[in-house]
């Protein structure tokens, strides 16, 4: 016994050739107003518009990806500002952040933007604007670098025999100070 049959076999079955001599359904003349040879074309124009519709897809989100920096950007000077102008653990801890992801973002570049290689896409404009969002993000981790005073601006900083940079304005809480 099949398996699958029982004892008295299939009740039910299709046959899906067409052992038959009558004339088959190509044989039947198509209905009026429609033309197989155009029915081909638009098969061709569809897939034409499947490739276009997939090329804006990967151009509109190569350009939110490229935008994407901005995002990070906003938190990050929320941190740093909240993080204040003395330096301690956290103010560069927040700094070293600001300076290492702008630099790891530009240099993966190609890998960020490798899923909308396309020939109908042109991805210039998408990398232009995501490096250049990376060069302000990066400056501005400079800058804060600079507000903490860890850059070396002065030439003293660099000569130890040399005396520091003298303070242009120095104020305090209510007692003069005298120099």
Same mark, same amino acid.
């Given at each position: 016994?099949?398996?699958?049959?029982?004892?008295?076999?299939?009740?039910?079955?299709?046959?899906?050739?067409?052992?038959?001599?009558?004339?088959?359904?190509?044989?039947?003349?198509?209905?009026?107003?429609?033309?197989?040879?155009?029915?081909?074309?638009?098969?061709?124009?569809?897939?034409?518009?499947?490739?276009?519709?997939?090329?804006?897809?990967?151009?509109?989100?190569?350009?939110?990806?490229?935008?994407?920096?901005?995002?990070?950007? /906003?938190?990050?000077?929320?941190?740093?500002?909240?993080?204040?102008?003395?330096?301690?653990?956290?103010?560069?801890?927040?700094?070293?952040?600001?300076?290492?992801?702008?630099?790891?973002?530009?240099?993966?570049?190609?890998?960020?933007?490798?899923?909308? &290689?396309?020939? &109908?896409?042109?991805?210039?404009?998408?990398? /232009?604007?995501?490096?250049? /969002?990376?060069?302000?993000?990066?400056?501005?981790?400079?800058?804060?670098?600079?507000?903490?005073?860890?850059?070396?601006?002065h030439i003293s900083d660099w000569v130890?025999?040399?005396?520091?940079?003298?303070?242009?304005?120095?104020?305090?809480?209510?007692?003069?100070?005298?120099?």
């Amino acid at each position: 016994m099949e398996k699958g049959k029982g004892v008295m076999g299939r009740r039910w079955a299709v046959e899906f050739t067409d052992n038959s001599s009558s004339s088959s359904s190509r044989d039947v003349a198509d209905p009026p107003g429609f033309n197989r040879a155009s029915h081909d074309q638009d098969d061709g124009t569809v897939s034409r518009g499947k490739k276009d519709a997939e090329a804006n897809w990967k151009a509109q989100k190569a350009w939110e990806v490229a935008q994407a920096p901005v995002k990070n950007f /906003l938190m990050l000077g929320f941190m740093m500002w909240m993080a204040g102008s003395t330096v301690h653990l956290f103010s560069i801890g927040i700094t070293f952040s600001a300076l290492w992801q702008p630099i790891s973002a530009l240099q993966g570049v190609g890998k960020v933007f490798e899923p909308f &290689k396309d020939n &109908k896409v042109d991805l210039l404009g998408p990398k /232009l604007v995501y490096i250049a /969002l990376n060069v302000v993000a990066l400056g501005v981790g400079v800058w804060k670098l600079n507000t903490l005073g860890l850059l070396p601006t002065h030439i003293s900083d660099w000569v130890s025999s040399l005396p520091p940079a003298q303070e242009i304005e120095f104020s305090g809480g209510g007692i003069p100070f005298q120099r």
